[in-house]
């Protein structure tokens, strides 16, 4: 045989192919080449079948070799793993192919049952920012309003200090307590009013524990208790702490009694009152009466008539000014939250609108590309028919002198070719 004959060439021997049935339209061979395998890092002779048309045009359909495929199917599955791929229309690879585009349509039909879902939970996260600026705004407004509503049927300052030490009245502002106190970075109060009307009156309450309150001092105790008041800073640890408010203390200037409206309080409680209520003399001779029995009913019921009358117009000026204040501040935050909310709600509409616009643009491309691989799907599905019904594997187009090569086994004697012009078969 003339296999023989060339198979001492090495790698560049050709075996010539002899027909069974005269002449044919390809011109089949073998050829044996080394080759260097990347995994094994190892030289090896690989036989290769070549196919080469003598005709204008022709299409290899199918190939039968005598001892099967004889292809190493470990290597196939090698060069599938890395990515390798027939550049030839096989039929596995078509069936592949179609396999693969039905895990697409599915994918996409799945997309589309859950469209509601996702469209709602797409739009919920592009625009979860500026819905919870919104959320904010209109707690803040509701806040607002619902204090400006509330103030409106608080008509004493106890009904007042219920809601301000109440904490489901939240949204009340403490403008007293620590809220109303400048702090120790030089801050000034909410509002030096209040501030200086409810200094005032802490004021009085604590002289009033020290000349009045029935303790075991003695009466030297209780003037040198009263002299403590001064000397130990004038400060009063009621309210988070602040200035006792008297004559001597107030000439001291210190950061806290810098925010004092001395005129502002003396307007209200009235001049006489004011004086002796701010003079330590006044408490000294009060006390001393006091205790040392020299105070008369009339003296004791006049000096708590006024206490009283003080005390009443201090609360009676604190709930009106707390109510100016706290409503030109409410009104204030309204006009700004108002404006904001206008102005998120626009922008969330605007962020909406464009995530439906994304959403439907996206849309029309998965549609457009659900049609197209059902188109493709079905002209698969088509050539696979046609392959299977024709005994077709493979489809490899050749022109004039074209070459197709495939593997084979070295001890190939026999291979049967079946083309569009007819089958063929060679041995070797």
């Known amino acids: 045989m003339k296999t023989n004959l060339f198979k001492g060439l090495g790698a560049l021997s050709l075996a010539l192919a002899m027909p069974l049935f005269g002449g044919a339209p390809i011109d089949v061979s073998m050829k044996t080449e080394k080759k260097f395998n990347n995994i094994t890092n190892d030289f090896y002779q690989q036989s290769y079948l ?27 599955a090698v060069m599938q793993k890395l990515g390798y791929k027939d550049k030839y229309a096989i039929l596995k690879n078509i069936e592949n192919e179609r396999d693969e585009i039905l895990e697409q349509l599915k994918g996409i039909k799945e997309e589309k049952n859950m ?29 607002n309003e619902k204090l400006q509503k509330e103030l409106n049927t608080i008509n004493t300052y106890e009904e007042l200090r219920k809601r301000l030490d109440n904490p489901n009245f939240h949204y009340f502002p403490r ?34 524990k020290v000349v009045f309150s029935p303790n075991n001092d003695n009466f030297n105790g209780k003037v040198e208790n ?25 000439s001291r200037n210190s950061y806290h009694r810098k925010y004092y409206l001395n005129d502002y309080v003396k307007g209200i409680v009235g001049d006489a009152n004011y004086n002796d209520f701010m003079d330590e003399d006044f408490w000294k001779e009060t006390l001393e009466n006091y205790w040392g029995k020299k105070m008369s009913q009339e003296q004791l019921g006049k000096l708590r008539q006024d206490l009283a009358n003080a005390e009443q117009k201090i609360y009676t000026a604190y709930l009106k000014k707390y109510k100016e204040v706290v409503l030109t501040q409410s009104n204030a935050t309204l006009k700004i939250a108002q404006a904001k909310l206008l102005e998120f709600r626009k922008e969330h509409q605007r962020e909406q609108q464009e995530y439906k616009q994304k959403h439907q643009q996206q849309r029309q491309e998965n549609i457009k590309e659900e049609k197209q691989l059902t188109q493709k799907l079905a002209q698969l599905n088509q050539k696979i028919k046609n392959m299977k019904e ?24 026999e291979a049967k070719i079946k083309t569009n012009k007819g089958t063929w078969t060679f041995s070797f």
């Open 50 to 76: 070549n196919i080469q048309s003598n005709v204008d045009s022709i299409v290899i359909q199918n190939i039968e070799l005598n001892r099967g495929n004889c292809k190493d199917e470990v290597y196939d």
């Open 390 to 413: 024709q005994g077709n594997t493979i489809r490899v187009p050749l022109k004039f002198g074209q070459v197709f090569k495939t593997r084979a086994c070295s001890n190939l004697k």
């Open 175 to 208: 403008l007293d307590k620590n809220g109303f106190a400048p702090s120790t970075n030089e801050e000034p109060p909410k509002s030096k009013e209040l501030y200086s009307l409810m200094a005032f009156h802490e004021s009085l309450f604590e002289i009033l």
């Open 226 to 250: 009263l002299d403590k008041l001064s000397s130990r800073g004038c400060n009063s640890y009621a309210y988070g702490g602040f200035s006792i408010v008297s004559t001597k203390c107030i």
């Open 115 to 143: 469209e509601g879902v996702t469209t709602s939970m797409g739009m919920q996260n592009a625009t979860a920012d500026i819905r919870y600026a919104i959320a904010n705004l209109e707690y803040t407004i509701k806040n």
